[in-house]
């Protein structure tokens, strides 16, 4: 009966996933169709259309140099891959790609967290020291949360998870694992258990969110003497597991290294995408009943609460605090599973209750639990309107759009032409290509045009000034971050910044936008109705300076200064940046850096040639030995030059190097964070070895030294 109860909700969340059901067919037409689920398609919808960069990245370039992480030149003038994403689903596609088609390898990461949550549900729920038929219905409860329709972001329902979210899926169902696994170590007393841990580990690769929240579940039992232990020591193998990853995380986090997006925090209460919406306020309700219920038990459910409560609580104190690098909603659907699991609780419990009463048979208690259950998922999926739509447009895939033949003609075209980075006017209009990314996934048809966009906008500090171009060339732009100085559409300060960033192509979709391109003196290189290719002005990948360029010593932060500076677009060949040699000059103001001398230059100091820029290297050769270069990919930290000085960090985005000598060249390599988190795993992995061949000795030599059965009945004559 129990394996019956979790079975139900998997099997209806898997059909859902499946795509079996066509939410176009009529009344009375067939609405069975082959699973789009296994069909080898290219998936889309949200950002999941340009989610499927990543693992092509991993399987063609990063794996093959014998890295995890690296470097890309594919979005944002070049970004760090996989150091500020979550890299567990993304190597589980690339795996599972070795036997199944790509379209269908991705597809089975996305639906994968979803599949599992019921388990996971049980899991967390029996470990907790429910009896099973309690565990069976709220995997239920667990499985009907996925089909919440009130928010489409923050993660863990189907909308979440086909807008791009499946990484949380598949973190909420090893952090339900995860405390189940603490739940069962605290219970027993017994020995070190590294499942936990391990556990923890996982969830760490998938989400961060996920971390904050379990963490802050856990955190109160360290004041429990009998419990402290195991909560320490999951800790300590979660954060080593996952330190090859997490360490050079965090000091990338803290770096200034990252793009703040400012979001606008929600403060409601009641209200789609707010802590209760109407869909939840019947199972808040039940969810407070099993509260009361499991309370008065005195089962071990501080856990349970803390998982469900922390995320309210941060809710509303992360815009108390000024945070605003992570949207506060992204709480608050452990919030929601947690509702949905006491819920489950309390239904669970009043069955057994029922179970217990005289006269009451055990067959009667496990049909009211299913018809309880029943009656759950069925409430659930009649109240399910948009989440087959949405599975269905995604698992379809790109080629099933209604503009899949045009965007087909638009990548085709740039495809034909020179390489050369391409940046995109905004469009709202560009769902009929397979979503809003659909741009953003250029260059996983065409490799040698990267774009300017990118889906990662976290991961790199290029991600304003690309907004701020935006707006310079589009009729329409988003205007995405709050708080930059935005520009209406101005192509004689879109063109300088362009140039900046070595950008090649400019891609109109409005009558407006083109309008002003060609009356700017643009080239159309390809046109169609509805969209026109334009080519910029020629520029170089590497530039030679023209004057010393200024570091910063103001007191603003370098990426404050650099937005400054960018909007000076008048004097952008008087380079900012961070650091540099003690001879530059230094400015605490971005106007002071106009007064100071500009060195003239002798024409062949300008030569630049052989420049090759690959995915983790850069070469060229100069003849401007001694004299700062431009480099027009965004800096990072693990960038290291040979033959130069630097890289040194520049406005607005990119790096400065001074040559040394003729040759040279800019390699990716790994930073000391990365060896240190990298040290910190080797360490974890060799000690739980170390303890699981000493465990498993220790247990050989308590079994020949027992005393056998016949022996046992001898001594005991």
Known sequence: ???????????????????????????????????????????????????????????????????????????????????????????????????????????????????????????????????????????????????????????????????????FSWSLALAALYLGLLARQMRGRSSFDPLPGMALGLVALTHIVSVVVVVAASAPFLLRRASARAVVMSWFVGFGLSAFWSVPFAHIVLSDLTANLNWSPTTGIFGDGLPVPMEIVPVLVLGVVGFVWSAKRGDQIGL?????????????????????????????????????????????????????????????????????????????LALTVDAPNWVHDGFAGYEETSGYAEYGRLVDSIDRLPPGRVVWEHNDDLYRFGGPLATVALPYWSPEHPTMKGLYVEASPTTPFNYLNESEISWEPSFRIPGLRYHDMDFDRAVPHLALYDVRYFVSFTDESADAATEFGLTDVASEESWTVFELPPTSPIEVAT???????????????????????????????????????????????????????????????????????????????????????????????????????????????????????????????????????????????????RNRLRSGTEEHHRPSSVDQRVNGR
């Open 1 to 167: 009966m129990v394996a019956t109860l979790v079975a139900v909700p998997t099997l209806l969340i898997l059909l859902t996933m499946l795509g079996l059901i066509d939410p176009s067919a009529g009344p009375g037409a067939s609405a069975l169709r082959f699973p789009d689920l296994f069909r080898a398609t290219t998936p889309t919808g949200g950002d999941i259309g340009a989610h499927i960069m990543l693992p092509k990245l991993l399987t063609e370039s990063l794996l093959p140099s014998g890295r995890l992480f690296g470097w890309s030149n594919a979005w944002f003038a070049g970004f760090p891959v996989l150091y500020l994403y979550f890299p567990l689903p993304m190597v589980v596609i690339v795996i599972l790609n070795v036997l199944l088609p790509y379209g269908v390898a991705f597809k089975l990461v996305v639906a994968g967290g979803l599949v599992v949550l019921p388990t996971s549900t049980y899991v967390l729920v029996r470990w907790l020291g429910f009896e099973r038929l309690v565990a069976g219905v709220a995997a239920v409860m667990g499985g009907a949360f996925v089909f919440m329709e009130s928010y489409s972001i923050f993660g863990g329902n189907i909308k979440s998870v086909m807008a791009g979210e499946f990484s």
């Open 304 to 380: 349970l609460l803390g998982m469900t409560l922390s995320p309210l609580v941060l809710y509303v104190l992360m815009p108390l605090l000024g945070i605003s690098n992570v949207h506060n909603g992204r709480f608050l659907p452990y919030w929601y599973f947690g509702v949905f699991v006491f819920a489950g609780i309390g239904i669970g419990l009043a069955v057994v209750t029922l179970g217990h009463m005289e006269g009451v048979s055990s067959y009667a208690s496990s049909l009211a639990a299913a018809v309880a259950s029943a009656t759950i998922m069925l409430t659930a």
């Open 547 to 693: 004057n010393e360029p200024a570091v910063w010593s103001g007191p603003q932060a370098f990426s404050d200064a650099a937005l400054g500076w960018y909007d000076d677009v008048g004097n952008l060949d008087l380079w900012l940046t961070e650091f540099g040699p003690a001879k530059w000059p230094k400015v605490a103001a971005i106007d002071d850096r106009v007064a100071l001398p500009i060195r003239p230059r002798d024409a062949d100091e300008g030569t630049v040639t052989n420049v090759a820029i690959d995915e983790h290297q850069i070469s060229f050769d100069t003849a401007a030995v001694g004299i700062p270069h431009l480099v027009k990919v965004s800096y990072f930290p693990n960038w290291r030059a040979e033959g130069a000085d630097g890289p040194y960090r520049a406005a607005p985005s990119l790096m400065v190097v001074v040559p040394t000598q003729e040759s040279v060249v800019v390699r990716f390599g790994r930073s000391g964070f990365e060896y240190l988190g990298i040290a910190f795993t080797l360490f974890t992995v060799v000690a739980l070895g170390v303890l699981a061949v």
